[in-house]
């Protein structure tokens, strides 16, 4: 079943609303990405490996963050070009259950079975 017109707009605001808030926290996280400073006077040992730590975690939870941006804004580029809902693959509709779990699934469950991992 097509989506509605109604529910197009309602999923554009919900993708953009989400966006907005990744880029909150890409912000608000900014610091727990930047290099650990070499200070041993201050720091010791056991400390800096924590912190490296906590920064290789922040690094890896921005780049997923990211990952969900462009999954995000090529949903928002697929609405604007009228093919939301279609798969980029076979150009079927893909499955109204799989778009209620995943707005931003660009292919149907089929294409995206066949692709190599």
């Known amino acids: 079943m097509p989506i509605s017109e109604d529910e197009l707009k309602a999923l554009r605001r919900s993708l953009i609303e989400r966006l907005a808030v990744l880029r909150d926290l890409q912000d ?7 290099p650990v400073e070499l200070d041993q006077t201050s720091v010791g040992r056991l400390s ?3 912190a490296m730590q906590r920064q290789a975690m922040a690094l890896e939870v921005e ?3 990211g990952e ?5 804004e090529a949903a928002l580029q697929r ?3 009228g093919d939301f809902s279609y798969c980029i693959g076979c150009g079927e509709e ?3 259950g799989r ?6 699934a660009p292919t149907c ?9």
């Open 28 to 34: 608000s996280t900014a610091e727990g990405r930047k």
């Open 48 to 50: 800096r490996v924590d």
């Open 63 to 65: 780049r997923r963050r």
């Open 68 to 72: 969900e941006r462009l999954r995000l």
């Open 79 to 81: 609405m604007d070009a």
């Open 94 to 96: 893909i499955a109204r």
């Open 99 to 104: 778009l209620d779990v995943d707005p931003t």
């Open 109 to 117: 469950i089929r294409c995206a079975s066949a692709k190599p991992r």
